[in-house]
């Protein structure tokens, strides 16, 4: 895209040739980092029985992965503003292939724990330093069209990833589901050296060292803390409660420092901003509820009705078929008619979907499961993208760096504590079914299914367990419609001369 003012058409003007290309080296990265992520919970079991080991100790696969992803996240804004957000997208890209390659050749679980660490300080990098890419070159009068392309890898990883997962383990071996991340990178490295948009050099900033050593170590230490519940049985154990309080307390200290000193590692000054702090508490609220409440569909299918992983991943696709067919239409409307007459109409949509699922049981007909998921996808695919453009599209393209890195980081956390949240629901109300410890819940349902004995009357008190998990993440949703209230009618700058003061401050320069 050259200086010259591009020429903008009623409805705000058409992503072009240039920006398509960008963003198709952004989705190509993005689908590596979320697709590895479902793919691997999928393999878990195999992983437990290949290298002799214990479920706790295998679980570290996936949760050193999401450590490291909060442990980089934060430096990621500073990164980008400092060294320029081509040569960063480079490095993630490096760093997530060579910890794919040393996953995939992994000698025993301690070395594997090792490597995806190393995959997960660049895919912490990959999705805040590529949103920022895109954003940058398509200007905020094109946003939720953009966000919506965004939106493709988000859909694909939980369609694809158990069934890619599934396939691969069964057929060929666990270590094809990191190989495979390594001719989709080596394609993503040559097309981001080609294509994205030159940096150029800025003043260097201060680096917030201090704040890099609260906020880096606080998110995981709570993120740790917080995902250690289920398999605790509550918040009691020292596991849980001193990790997660350690990482409030750096975490709060940051944001008691950052109040007064300049360029913070995190701007806050972001959520004086109006339309972002609304959107920020919408999409904390969202992540919480649906995250959460999705860890549980494949679980429905796998623990209740007897589904394997495959076919349980097979069962979820309705869902991103119905979000492929909203997310490009809301993508285009967000930019005409703003993100609250978009989201709102989408929640409502998820919380019908979802109320079908609290009424769940041993044998509920699949049309019905399959026509709520369904729903569900319409409306995620006018709820997720939508919100992330409203609160981009106030912004400056100078803070665009910074608003991607905390956006990621909101969403970060509150899906992991949705999902912690609503794995202790669901284990307290399996174990008070069977009569067991709560931290034993999921086995003891999972033993009691398994045996032809038990099996008929298992699933059903199964089946009671999940749906009443389900109202409470309808109750969560429902608090979302609270913010979406609040969304300001913003709409974006849609005039030539908005376009030309965008290229003037750098927006879609090559």
């Known amino acids: 895209m050259s200086t010259q003012t591009p020429a903008v058409s009623p409805d705000g003007g058409k992503l072009d040739s240039a920006v398509l290309k960008v963003a198709g080296v952004v989705v190509l990265g993005a689908i590596m980092a979320i697709l590895d992520t479902t793919v691997v919970n999928v393999a878990l079991q195999r992983l437990t029985l290949d290298f002799h080991t214990s479920f706790d100790t295998i679980q570290w696969v996936a949760t050193g992965y999401m450590l490291a992803l909060a442990t980089v996240i934060p430096v990621t804004g500073w990164a980008s503003d400092r060294f320029g957000t081509k040569r960063l997208y480079l490095v993630a890209i490096s760093l997530f292939l060579i910890g794919s390659m040393l996953a995939g050749l992994a000698w025993n679980v301690e070395s594997l724990i090792i490597f995806r660490v190393v995959q997960g300080l660049g895919g912490g990098m990959l999705m ?9 070159t398509a200007g905020p009068q094109r946003l939720g069209r953009v966000m919506a392309v965004l939106g493709v890898p988000m859909l694909l990883g939980p369609i694809c990833g158990p069934i890619l997962g599934g396939w691969l383990v069964d ?49 995981a230490a709570l993120i740790f803390g917080v995902s250690n519940i289920p398999s605790e049985g509550g918040v009691g154990s020292v596991k849980v409660w001193l990790p997660a309080l350690t990482g409030l307390a750096l975490l709060v200290a940051f944001v008691l420092r950052a109040r007064g000193m300049e360029n913070p590692l995190i701007d806050l000054n972001l ?17 919480i509820a649906f995250f ?9 299918f796998m623990l209740v009705r007897g589904e394997s992983a495959l076919h349980a991943g097979l069962l979820l696709a309705p869902q991103g078929f119905g979000a492929m067919i909203t997310m490009p239409l809301t993508g285009r409307l967000v930019d005409k008619i703003g993100a609250r007459r978009i989201v709102l109409p989408g929640l409502l949509l998820i919380l019908l979907g979802m109320s079908v699922f609290t009424q769940v049981g041993a044998d509920t007909p699949y049309w019905l499961l399959l026509g709520a998921l369904f729903v569900m996808g319409l409306g995620l695919g006018a709820t997720m993208m939508p919100i992330t453009t409203s609160a981009l599209q106030s912004l400056l393209p100078k803070d665009m760096a910074r608003a991607s890195t905390a956006s990621t980081i909101v969403q970060q956390t509150s899906g992991a504590v949705g999902t912690a949240g609503l794995s202790i629901v669901l284990a307290a109300l399996l174990a008070g079914k069977f009569g067991v410890p709560t931290n034993e819940g999921q086995l003891a349902a999972t033993a009691a299914v398994a045996n032809p004995e038990t099996r ?13 998990t389900f109202i409470g993440a309808v109750v969560l949703l429902a608090l979302c419609l609270v913010p979406v209230f609040f969304m300001a009618k913003y709409r974006a700058p849609m005039a030539a001369d908005d376009e030309t003061v965008d290229v003037a401050r750098g927006v879609g320069v090559h």
């Open 456 to 468: 008929r009357a298992a699933a059903g008190l199964a089946a009671d367990s999940f749906g009443t």
């Open 271 to 287: 959520f004086r901003n109006r339309p972002f702090t609304i959107a920020m508490v919408t999409m904390s609220l969202f992540c």
């Open 171 to 219: 057929a060929v071996s666990w270590r094809w589901i990191f190989y495979i991340n390594v001719p989709i990178g080596v394609l993503t490295m040559f097309l981001a050296w080609r294509v994205l948009p030159k940096d150029k050099p800025e003043p260097a900033e201060r680096f917030d060292f201090v704040g890099m050593l609260m906020v880096s170590p606080g998110l």
């Open 128 to 136: 805040p330093a590529g949103m920022t890419i895109l954003t940058r």
């Open 292 to 300: 959460g409440a999705g860890v549980f569909l494949p679980n429905y």
